[in-house]
């Protein structure tokens, strides 16, 4: 799978244990950074990187990391045919996909612990849509408001 992935300084080290762990899975990462932790960044120029490599299909689905995920996750979701899905817990990672079809997922590098991190990646990255009808229902109404503000 091609994974688009972003973090700023509250993210890091985290994702660089991601890519490592996506990368040995077999998965095609862009890394769009940090690589440094001790300098400052904005989530948002990061979530705007991966989100458009998400939209232009560049990549499948997309991660973003910052302290707490909640910035990357507002921001990401911004973005036009972007569903970004904070999670903190392994449900939510898979049903965030299966049920929402998000392609973005968020963490909080400082909320959660590396090993439950590894643990929700792999439920997001593992998960697909149900394609169900009530999903698919609901997503409907999601495009009509974001039509509708979109103006």
Avoid: W
């Amino acid at each position: 799978m091609r994974i688009a992935i972003g973090a700023d300084h509250g993210g890091y080290p985290l994702n660089e244990r991601v890519i490592e762990e996506l990368r040995g899975a077999g998965h095609e990462i862009t890394d769009f950074g940090t690589h440094d932790g001790s300098q400052p960044d904005d989530y948002p120029d990061y979530a705007v990187k991966v989100g458009q490599a998400v939209q232009s299909g560049e990549a499948e689905i997309g991660i973003l990391i910052c302290g707490s995920g909640v910035g990357a996750a507002v921001a990401a979701n911004k973005l036009h045919g972007i569903r970004a899905a904070l999670c903190g817990d392994t449900y939510s990672g898979h049903q965030s996909r299966e049920h929402d079809d998000c392609n973005v997922l968020c963490l909080g590098a400082r909320v959660v612990g590396e090993e439950l991190a590894l643990d929700i990646v792999r439920a997001f990255v593992a998960a697909r849509f149900s394609g169900e009808e009530r999903h698919r229902r609901r997503l409907e109404k999601i495009a009509a408001i974001e039509k509708k503000e979109r103006g």
